[in-house]
């Protein structure tokens, strides 16, 4: 579905991304460790659109979506949550998500319908799925954390994507929270047939949860494989966990 | 009852508003006096022209980010403040136009106060209309996290271009009944400081509610009006006010008070649940 072939990016004379490759299949639930500056969120604004690549391909169903504007991307069907909460802090909860849902139906440049009549029922149904319903009306800026990291999902699924790509969804999250949202990701991935590709650091979760991993180290891909096979290769017990 | 017209346009968007202004009342005040068309083309011709320059330099414009935004705003701005002043022949200078003529009906001072307030509630209105919209909404988003509204596939300079050619085209109406209010237009019209007005109008209101502008104009005018007897040094009194404002009340004194009563609300919304 999603393939990232020998992928570039430098910011001046650092190589942030060099020679990165991942694929996604349909309905797979597929993650990208590696230790702090390896160039995973590089890669993620990459393949969404906030950066352009320098070399190397990224399609998404067979069609070359490198270097196009986030918007593009978005209504092809990716979308995203990031690492550090990006989410609109003055509007309420259920405004949060319904932005994603009204541009999701292509109704953002409507002029004359009251917005609170449109969308709400899609808008429900997602924050009800990710257990936001009862903070709806609560202004997003004055949420917790972890709350608002869940609403990073929430917003992510207004657009109704094939591909969900989420950079550290648990990050800065206690050990509680971070169980439950990789609960909520396994079921989302479940219940929607949603096909997710997420980052993360806590190497359990990982393990646990994905049905394959890639490992990144410097910019560079290490392997691509399932769980227990990352676990056996040799160059990423040196490279990450031997290091650890 | 120029309070009125203050209000009119009184800034839903914090743009470098005045020079629309000046564009739809130039326009109007031009077309009255030197051609000879049905005064309501000239009307209609009055916000078509703000929403075209509104719209030529929003162009230039959404390229660029913030601070940027603003400085090549003022500046392109000031272009066509320059145009006005310069171009004795046409636009009469620094002593700009006066004595343009209003059909019989607008005459009167009654009849011209109705005519802005009908507009003015229309306008105002249909500005409600907005920003209660999915457009409106979404450009809230933008204001608040233009980054992630991308994410979720806006395009955020179009989407931002919509809303300054919208505001410009209530811009020209405001500017269009100030002729009708004044006869006249002058080169002040155009100039950064009215520009510079609005903009605290809207801060000292409230920038992010519908009707802090409205309340901002009617604190400014009244402090020009009833600290003006006084002094001329009105302005003074405002910039302390300004500061004050930026210390205690960050959201305006309209938001200060959404503040206040917000929490009461919820109380009432959770105990009817």
Redesign the interface.
């Known amino acids: 579905m999603l393939r990232v072939e020998a992928v570039e990016k430098s910011f001046d004379d650092f190589k942030a991304v060099n020679g990165a490759n991942l694929v996604v299949g349909k309905g797979e639930l597929v993650a990208v460790i590696g230790p702090n500056g390896a160039g995973k969120t590089t890669l993620f604004n990459l393949i969404?659109?906030?950066l352009k690549p320098d070399e190397g391909r990224i399609t998404f169903k067979g069609e070359d979506i490198g270097g196009l504007?986030?918007?593009e991307i978005?209504?092809k069907g990716i979308?995203?949550s990031?690492q550090i909460v990006?989410?609109?802090?003055?509007?309420t909860v259920f405004?949060?998500v319904?932005?994603?849902v009204?541009?999701?139906q292509r109704?953002?440049?409507?002029?004359?319908?009251?917005?609170?009549n449109?969308?709400v029922e899609e808008t429900e149904v997602i924050l009800e799925s990710v257990g936001l319903s009862g903070k709806a009306?609560e202004v997003a800026g004055s949420l917790s954390h972890g709350d608002q990291k869940i609403l990073e999902i929430a917003?992510?699924l207004?657009?109704e994507p094939e591909l969900l790509i989420l950079d550290e969804p648990t990050a800065g999250m206690s050990p509680e929270e971070t169980s439950a949202t990789m609960e909520l990701i396994k079921r989302l991935a479940d219940t929607r047939g949603l096909t997710i590709l997420f980052c993360e650091h806590d190497m359990e979760v990982v393990f646990s949860v994905a049905q394959s991993i890639m490992v990144m180290h410097q910019g560079r891909t290490l392997v691509q494989a399932e769980p227990q096979e990352v676990r056996r290769n040799k160059e990423v017990q040196e490279a990450y966990l031997g290091g650890e | 009852m120029s309070l009125n017209l203050v209000v009119g346009y009184g800034g839903m968007f914090q743009f470098h508003h005045g020079v629309f202004y000046g564009v739809g009342a130039y326009t109007v005040a031009l077309m009255l006096t030197k051609t000879s068309l049905p005064v309501w083309v000239g009307f209609v011709a009055g916000p078509v022209m703000a929403t075209v320059t509104g719209f030529l330099i929003g162009w230039f414009c959404v390229r660029l980010t913030r601070l940027y935004f603003a400085m090549l705003q003022i500046s392109l701005g000031s272009l066509i403040w320059a145009i006005a002043f310069r171009w004795y022949t046409l636009t009469g200078g620094d002593d700009g136009i006066h004595g343009v003529p209003m059909p019989a009906l607008l005459s009167s001072q009654n009849n011209s106060y109705y005519f802005i307030l009908v507009i003015l509630t229309i306008c105002l209105m249909a500005m409600y209309l907005i920003v209660k919209s999915p457009f409106g909404r979404t450009l809230q988003a933008i204001r608040d996290n233009p980054q992630r509204c991308e994410a979720v596939g806006i395009n955020v300079r179009r989407h931002q271009l919509k809303a300054i050619v919208i505001a410009t085209f209530f811009a020209g109406v405001a500017g269009v009944l100030f002729v009708v209010l004044e006869r006249s237009v002058f080169p002040d019209l155009l100039f950064w400081v009215l520009s510079l007005e609005v903009f605290i109008m809207c801060l000292l209101g409230g920038w992010f509610t519908f009707a802090g502008p409205i309340l901002g104009a009617a604190i400014i005018v009244s402090l020009r009006t009833f600290v003006g007897i006084y002094t001329e040094y009105w302005t003074l009194v405002l910039g302390v006010i300004l500061i004050l404002l930026i210390f205690f009340l960050p959201e305006g004194v309209m938001g200060y008070f959404l503040g206040k009563f917000r929490p009461l609300a919820k109380e009432v919304a959770h105990r009817s649940e």
């Open positions: 969404t659109g906030q504007p986030p918007y978005c209504k979308a995203r990031f990006n989410i609109f802090p003055r509007l405004e949060n319904q932005v994603a009204l541009s999701q109704k953002s440049s409507e002029l004359l319908h009251p917005a609170h449109i969308a009306l917003i992510a207004g657009n």
